[in-house]
C-alpha cells in the first residue's frame, strides 16, 4: 500500500501528485484490475495467444518495412 507524510507547509496537490507517482511506480492499479474480473484458464491462454500473434505481426511489418 503507498503512503505519503504531508510534510510541513507542503501543498495538498504537490501531496497527490507524489502520491499518484508512488502508486504508479508500484503498479497497484494494475494489480486491481487484474484481480477485478476471474478468468476460465481457456480464455485465460486464448487471450494470450492472441496477443503473441499480434505482437508477432507487428514485429513482421517492423522487419519488412526495414527491409530485413
Do not use: C, N, T, W
Not at 12 to 24: G, M, Y
Not at 27 to 33: G, N, P, Q, T, V
Amino acid at each position: 500500500m503507498a503512503f505519503i507524510v504531508l510534510e510541513e507547509g507542503e501543498s495538498i496537490e504537490s501531496a497527490l501528485r507524489r502520491f499518484k507517482r508512488k502508486v504508479q511506480q508500484q503498479a497497484i492499479i494494475k494489480e486491481i484490475k487484474k484481480h477485478s474480473v476471474y478468468y476460465k484458464p481457456g480464455e485465460k491462454k486464448r487471450m494470450k495467444s492472441a496477443l503473441a500473434r499480434k505482437r508477432m505481426r507487428r514485429r513482421m511489418k517492423r522487419e519488412k518495412d526495414f527491409g530485413y
